[in-house]
């Protein structure tokens, strides 16, 4: 019996009162992330948690109940919801009126997977991979975590003592914590920052007050169903357009994260099930959690993290965590009290996460030994992080072409992907570095993954 069939038997025989802990422990995992996309879009906190449960339970179905992973709230859309309200706000719409037409955006992007997961099946992973090197994945999640490091510093200057607290317990937990606290130090800085600024006076919660403990995840009005009540039809392009070309970069992410997870198992799950029941399983649960108002969702490294300390691999553990998160969706008055939670907080902890997501795409260059002395290879990259940045913060968030604006993410993600395919020079090929090709994940503590 190998490690990992001891450790899966080991899990059916801890009884019922070990495999709640265990999933209550994946639970507060993913916790602290999930709920902060949210918070940071104004989406439903409720509606967050209920698909993220839903939509781990679907990925479990669709890889035949055997990969161990956990779906929560997708941070490469910021850019895309941020993009979209903006839009919205010229032409007299509220953050709450245009949320529901980036919804649209994300559930065509959440199509995409299955596009990718049909070109797999049919012409197998290698030659479909060739067409997202690391020169191009590498700089368009760098310049994820760049286009967002405004709104992060925004939040921040609304109390820097609060924000400073939620950062530096992060890094206290992330670097010289054991056990759960060194998994969870996401959830930590939050609550941390959200205490000491609650014995402040800093939080109004009138609204956790008048919430009530049973109700609705979700309101129809916050669904991509009621924008076709009274479309506008060239927002609904444009959040399409905007929002798209950001799942290059997710689908990179889950390829990463179902290596990274296929390591800590030790079993091989771009095998079996397969790379392209994986893509599908995220690709559903993403479109199914747009439709109703709720943010993409993606496989969470900080799962992996723990399955790595545990060395309990069994995925019904994973599925008990999508339960609780489930049963939480169904209490407003948890949702109220997580919308009392200062902008400092939100904005240090943003901060962490940007800045994280930026360095994985330096990762991602790195381990797979990128070869800048190549002029195509530096003129890609150096493309891609100039028009992703300087039409952010240059061309009103957006760059007008015709009747809709494209997004700097996503003229950035275009022009690298077609100027990587016609320049000569390509060298990059999946599988051949296991390690460059596991670099290509949003990870929380990319320190437990060995």
């Not at 339970?57 to 669709?62: E, I, M, Q």
């Not at 990718?116 to 368009?140: C, D, E, N, W």
């Not at 510093?153 to 010289?176: D, S």
Request: aromatic letters at 10%; a positive charge; glycine letters at 10%.
């Amino acid at each position: 019996m190998t490690n990992t069939q001891s450790a899966i038997y080991d899990a059916r025989t801890l009884g019922r009162g070990k495999m709640l802990t265990l999933g209550l422990q994946h639970m507060f995992a993913m916790f602290g992330a999930t709920i902060l996309v949210p918070v940071i879009t104004g989406l439903s906190m409720s509606a967050t948690l209920l698909f993220a449960g839903l939509g781990t339970l679907l990925f479990h179905f669709l890889t035949k109940l055997k990969v161990p992973a956990f779906l929560g709230s997708s941070f490469a859309f910021l850019g895309g919801y941020a993009a979209v309200v903006s839009l919205g706000a010229e032409q007299g719409l509220s953050a709450a009126e245009s949320l529901p037409y980036a919804c649209i955006g994300v559930f065509c992007a959440g199509l995409f997977y299955f596009v990718l997961a049909g070109l797999i099946s049919a012409y197998g992973v290698k030659k479909v991979m060739r067409f997202f090197p690391p020169i191009v994945t590498g700089p368009i999640i760098i310049a994820i975590g760049l286009t967002l490091s405004g709104s992060a510093i925004q939040n921040c200057t609304q109390n820097w003592w609060i924000a400073l607290l939620a950062i530096v317990i992060i890094i206290v937990c992330n670097i010289w914590g054991k056990g759960m606290i060194k998994i969870i130090p996401i959830l930590l800085g939050v609550l941390g920052s959200y205490l000491v600024a609650a014995c402040f006076g800093l939080c109004d919660f009138s609204s956790v007050k008048e919430a009530a403990w049973f109700g609705a995840p979700f309101q129809w009005k916050d669904t991509a169903f009621h924008v076709f009540a009274n479309p506008n039809w060239g927002l609904v392009v444009a959040a399409v357009i905007a929002i798209l070309p950001i799942s290059l970069a997710t689908t990179m992410e889950h390829i990463g994260d179902i290596c990274a997870i296929s390591s800590t198992v030790d079993r091989n799950f771009l095998e079996d099930p397969g790379l392209h029941r994986t893509l599908m399983g995220d690709g559903l649960a993403t479109m199914l959690a747009s439709l109703f108002g709720a943010p993409a969702n993606t496989t969470y490294g900080e799962n992996t993290g723990v399955l790595n300390l545990t060395k309990v691999y069994d995925p019904r553990v994973v599925r008990i965590a999508a339960f609780f998160a489930i049963l939480l969706s169904f209490c407003p008055k948890f949702s109220a009290l997580i919308g009392a939670m200062p902008a400092a907080t939100i904005g240090g902890v943003s901060l962490v996460l940007y800045g994280m997501i930026s360095a994985v795409g330096v990762r991602n260059i790195v381990e797979n030994q990128v070869d800048f002395k190549a002029s195509r290879n530096v003129l890609v990259a150096a493309l891609i992080l100039v028009l992703a940045i300087g039409i952010k913060y240059g061309a009103n968030d957006a760059l007008s072409i015709g009747f809709t604006s494209l997004s700097g993410l996503a003229v950035a993600a275009i022009v690298g992907i077609v100027l990587n395919a016609v320049l000569p020079g390509k060298d990059y090929e999946f599988g051949k570095n296991p390690m460059g090709d596991k670099a290509v994940d949003f990870e929380i503590n990319p320190s437990l993954r060995k």
